[in-house]
């Protein structure tokens, strides 16, 4: 019999850099639109993006694991982190951490807007290990900071997709981030309509929320 271990269990194997950009590459759809920014005088972002450009607050801005320099252009001091070392090789403007624990340390207290796009590093965990990254995130954020956070539900765990209300579930979500200190003050959720294909946004995620951190 095969033992089924959990990814967190496989130790981290070390890649010369070209597969390591390969890899960071393919995990990061965000960084494709920075591939053909790059190509074109016109800058190319998401409607997701573009409703995340209208409501941030003017101010220091931080984003972490989603692949954030493609907004670069479009957003006034702006703080890329992320915890690939290989992003540091072609933006070298990149905060590069080893844990979520180090954003605090680095800038506490520090961002009026601090953004979390469908970044996989955050999933496969259930609630309360979801709300565990956002405490994290939170001592970095100034008070009355805008916090938004997209993910897929099809990669949050664990929950059982065909006994569990979806939207019942998102909300519950949503109130318990709200005792870390946060009041919600916008969600979208769109959900697989059932005629077989993947969730309505697997770039950005098809659960959204804009929360503002209160205290």
């Not at 796009?117 to 001592?139: A, F, P, Q």
């Not at 900071?145 to 997709?161: E, G, H, K």
């Not at 019942?168 to 709200?178: L, Q």
């Amino acid at each position: 019999m095969k033992i089924i271990r959990h990814y967190s269990e496989n130790k981290i194997k070390n890649h010369d850099k070209k597969t390591a950009y390969l890899r960071y590459r393919t995990s990061k759809i965000k960084h494709q639109l920075w591939l053909k920014t790059r190509k074109s005088n016109k800058v190319y972002i998401t409607p997701y993006d573009a409703y995340i450009l209208q409501k941030i607050q003017v101010g220091r801005t931080g984003i972490f694991g989603s692949a954030g320099y493609y907004l670069e252009d479009c957003i006034k001091d702006l703080t890329v982190i992320e915890q690939d070392t290989i992003v540091k090789d072609f933006y070298p403007k990149a905060i590069i951490v080893k844990t979520r624990e180090e954003i605090g340390k680095l800038y506490p207290q520090y961002f009026n807007n601090f953004i979390v796009i469908n970044n996989r590093s955050d999933l496969w965990v259930d609630t309360n290990g979801l709300c565990e990254h956002i405490k994290n995130y939170k001592k970095s954020m100034a008070e009355d900071c805008l916090f938004f956070y997209s993910l897929r539900d099809t990669q949050f765990t664990p929950w059982n997709r065909l006994k569990i209300n979806h939207y019942e579930m998102f909300v519950t979500v949503a109130k318990k981030i709200e005792k870390l200190g946060f009041k919600c003050l916008n969600s979208q959720m769109d959900f697989a309509s059932g005629d077989g294909n993947e969730n309505p946004d697997t770039t950005n995620g098809n659960i959204k929320y804009l929360f503002k951190c209160i205290k």
